[in-house]
């Protein structure tokens, strides 16, 4: 039994993980003939394995029979966020909460440190909770598992994109060394070199993500894997027609995750070869159950283009009523605002700068609308958190402190 699994384990961290499903399934097998008794952490790690395959719907379909196993086993907990239907607001919600109960009840096991942080990081991104709390606990708990499993190339990926979320230089600086310092001691490991390429791609340097593409493909990748960055990097080029439409449709396969289907809508709206598709892709999206901020994103953007702002502005006030912290609907509302000539809302840019630390416009535009309103200590404290995100002292910086004082 344990051969078995150290192998689908050993499977796993070669960069293996389609091939090691079958060993933790044997694993179990023979756990349950030896003794009756399910090998559950062979069974969590072949849900893991499934993760790092792009596999998606078969986690969630792995992690669903885990949980019907051993509803009471913390373990369950490391498909949290895999199960079908986990992106729905309360069920992200129920999520955090569950993820960091499991996890405070067994320290000592890294998986369950990664379920509590990305449950905590997907939560950040979608918006759902404040960043206030939320922040600290992503990345405490992942910290932790790091320091518990500092090989397992899911947990550096998980904790070098909370820490790059953060959005201090020195977070950033951190996250790329680790990741640097990850994939020089895994070299042959496609799901951390494939995770470099994305982050390539989604910093739009696309002549480095080509760069990397032979060495990547030479890894004998999952399939599903290869497949997903291809769509990516086709979605990141100009291309239009057939190649765009492949890659779009490929997307919408892989998973019913807003994160696969709404990139493939966006990238198409603006160009006018690709328009007639992202939008029809857009309204088979409609069609579909899930209500979540960035379907209510995606609607806007389509209304945005029909001209229609009264939709516009409906489908951004939907959208921030189930995630009031959602940084793209939040900028959506801003700039709705700007563009209308209206002053932007305190409140709005307050949640903006929460969710967006990164975003230099957002704290400048804090700071001069807190200053007009008269709230010169809070303008203050938010340059002051402006310089933390932004230390490098320019002229920009300097007019803001000086507005600031002036109203002392």
Known sequence: TEAWYALGEALRLAGRPHEAVGAFHRADELARAAGGSPHLLALAHAGLALVESVDFRSAGAEFARLRTIAPDDPLVELGAIHLPGA???EAMRAAVASTARAAAAAPHLWELQLAA???????LEDGILDPADLRPAATRALRQAYALAPSQPAVVIALAGCL?????????????????????A??????????????????RDLARAKGMLAHFRALDP??????????FLALAED???????????RLNAISHWPDFRHPAIVAGLDIPGRREHALALWRAWREEPLDHPIKRFVAAQVARLSGDREAEDRE?????????????????????????????????????????????????????????????????????????????????????????????
């Open 87 to 89: 992106r729905f607001p």
């Open 117 to 123: 942080g990305q449950a905590a990081s997907l939560a």
């Open 164 to 184: 790059r979320n953060n959005g201090t230089p020195a977070e950033r600086a951190e996250a790329d060394a680790l990741f640097a310092a990850a994939a020089s």
């Open 186 to 203: 895994n070299p042959s490991s496609p799901y951390l070199i494939g995770s470099d390429l994305l982050l390539a791609v989604s910093r």
């Open 222 to 231: 999952p399939p599903a894997m290869a497949g997903m960055i291809d769509c």
């Open 239 to 249: 291309s239009g027609g057939e190649a765009y439409q492949r890659a779009a449709d």
């Open 316 to 408: 951004v006030a939907a959208g921030l009523a189930m995630a009031p912290w959602n940084a793209r609907l939040l900028d959506l509302a801003l700039v709705r605002a700007t563009t209308s000539g209206r002053v932007p809302d305190l409140d709005l840019l307050r949640r903006f700068t929460a969710a967006a630390p990164s975003h230099r416009a957002g704290w400048a535009a804090l700071v001069v609308e807190l200053h007009r309103a008269g709230l010169n200590d809070e303008a203050r404290a938010s340059l002051g958190l402006m310089r933390r995100h932004h230390p490098r002292e320019d002229d920009l910086l300097r007019r803001l402190a000086a507005l600031v004082e002036a109203g002392r």
